[in-house]
């Protein structure tokens, strides 16, 4: 294929991307407008109200309660600092009926874990604990066999600790994460719900705060490197602080809203902004190709 062909089909490519971005705006538009309804009014680019108080400070180096009391996946009485004096953790508050970003949050970390060549149990352990005092150990144990499962190692099932808590030990742990939530109405109206933003943490074996990974999505690259800083009780810098957060249930999707609209838009106007500029260079090039493509066929011929 010619260099002018070339150019012709990048530039139908960069077109195509741009169109998608701009059909994505309204999309992002819609979920705020609706959040914002929901939340009482906002001004500026202030956060809906709800979300005031939910956020993840990130407290590098602060000791975890250890003497925090959980029951975990089997029942059993534990604390957390169980988990702790060997191996390093990961870490990661969540709430076992979140209809939708806990599971997005642990699939991503599952997912990240599968690329990461340490064994959970021998390396470090990942303790997942439930943000809210009616969850059942049951539910724990359900929550374990799925991700065990989708991680493809069952032998590895002693390196993963699902706890449930009251509500004096679950406060101990997430103040010092610096984990705010606040809880929320369902769809029938009751507070069953919670308002909370994803991240994990990795801690070190003195269960000591090494490490925040926010949003989703972890590099497993970042994940293994996070743990061997952390077997060494090495504490590692603040990440920036772009939060995905859960909090509102929409009946006509049967679904939490996830709230990431300045962080979207931002990306976006970035994004339109490179295209346009590539675009521009591209049509810039076609346009020359053309020429100098017309002038040989006329000094040939």
Same mark, same amino acid.
């Given at each position: 294929?010619?260099?002018?062909?070339?150019?012709?089909?990048?530039?139908?490519?960069?077109?195509?991307?741009?169109?998608?971005?701009?059909?994505?705006?309204?999309?992002?538009?819609?979920?705020?407008?609706?959040?914002?309804?929901?939340?009482?009014?906002?001004?500026?680019? %202030? +956060? &809906?109200?709800?979300? /005031?108080? =939910?956020?993840? #400070?990130? *407290?590098?180096?602060? %000791? +975890? &309660?250890?003497?925090? /009391?959980? =029951?975990?996946? #089997?029942? *059993?009485?534990?604390?957390?600092?169980?988990?702790?004096?060997?191996?390093?953790?990961?870490?990661?508050?969540?709430?076992?009926?979140?209809?939708?970003?806990?599971?997005?949050?642990?699939?991503?970390?599952?997912?990240?874990?599968?690329?990461?060549?340490?064994?959970?149990?021998?390396?470090?352990?990942?303790?997942?604990?439930?943000?809210?005092?009616?969850?059942?150990?049951?539910?724990?144990?359900?929550?374990?066999?799925?991700?065990?499962?989708?991680?493809?190692?069952?032998?590895?099932?002693?390196?993963?600790?699902?706890?449930?808590?009251?509500?004096?030990?679950?406060?101990?742990?997430?103040?010092?994460?610096?984990?705010?939530?606040?809880?929320?109405?369902?769809?029938?109206?009751?507070?069953?719900?919670?308002?909370?933003?994803?991240?994990?943490?990795?801690?070190?074996?003195?269960?000591?705060?090494?490490?925040?990974?926010?949003?989703?999505?972890?590099?497993?690259?970042?994940?293994?490197?996070?743990?061997?800083?952390?077997?060494?009780?090495?504490?590692?810098?603040?990440?920036?602080?772009?939060?995905?957060?859960?909090?509102?249930?929409?009946?006509?999707?049967?679904?939490?809203?996830?709230?990431?609209?300045?962080?979207?838009?931002?990306?976006?106007?970035?994004?339109?902004?490179?295209?346009?500029?590539?675009?521009?260079?591209?049509?810039?090039?076609?346009?020359?190709?053309?020429?100098?493509?017309?002038?040989?066929?006329?000094?040939?011929?």
């Amino acid at each position: 294929m010619s260099d002018w062909m070339t150019a012709r089909k990048v530039g139908r490519v960069a077109v195509a991307a741009l169109a998608c971005a701009f059909l994505s705006a309204p999309l992002t538009a819609q979920v705020a407008s609706y959040a914002d309804k929901a939340s009482g009014e906002n001004s500026g680019d %202030q +956060l &809906p109200q709800v979300l /005031q108080k =939910v956020g993840v #400070t990130q *407290k590098l180096n602060q %000791q +975890l &309660p250890l003497d925090a /009391q959980f =029951v975990d996946d #089997t029942g *059993k009485t534990v604390k957390l600092g169980d988990y702790f004096g060997k191996h390093p953790a990961i870490v990661t508050l969540v709430y076992y009926n979140c209809p939708m970003l806990c599971s997005e949050e642990m699939d991503g970390l599952t997912s990240a874990l599968e690329m990461v060549h340490l064994t959970p149990g021998k390396d470090f352990n990942i303790v997942v604990i439930s943000i809210d005092p009616a969850e059942t150990p049951e539910m724990a144990a359900k929550k374990k066999a799925f991700y065990l499962k989708r991680y493809g190692q069952p032998e590895t099932a002693n390196g993963w600790h699902f706890l449930t808590g009251q509500r004096q030990a679950i406060d101990k742990v997430t103040d010092a994460v610096g984990f705010g939530y606040v809880r929320v109405p369902g769809p029938d109206g009751r507070l069953t719900q919670f308002a909370h933003a994803s991240s994990i943490e990795v801690v070190t074996s003195e269960g000591k705060l090494a490490q925040y990974y926010l949003g989703v999505e972890y590099s497993p690259k970042d994940i293994l490197l996070g743990l061997i800083e952390a077997s060494d009780n090495k504490i590692g810098s603040p990440v920036a602080n772009i939060l995905t957060y859960c909090y509102h249930y929409d009946p006509q999707t049967n679904k939490h809203s996830l709230v990431i609209a300045r962080v979207v838009q931002l990306g976006g106007m970035v994004t339109v902004a490179g295209l346009g500029g590539f675009m521009f260079l591209m049509f810039r090039k076609d346009a020359k190709l053309g020429r100098d493509h017309d002038l040989t066929k006329k000094e040939n011929g």
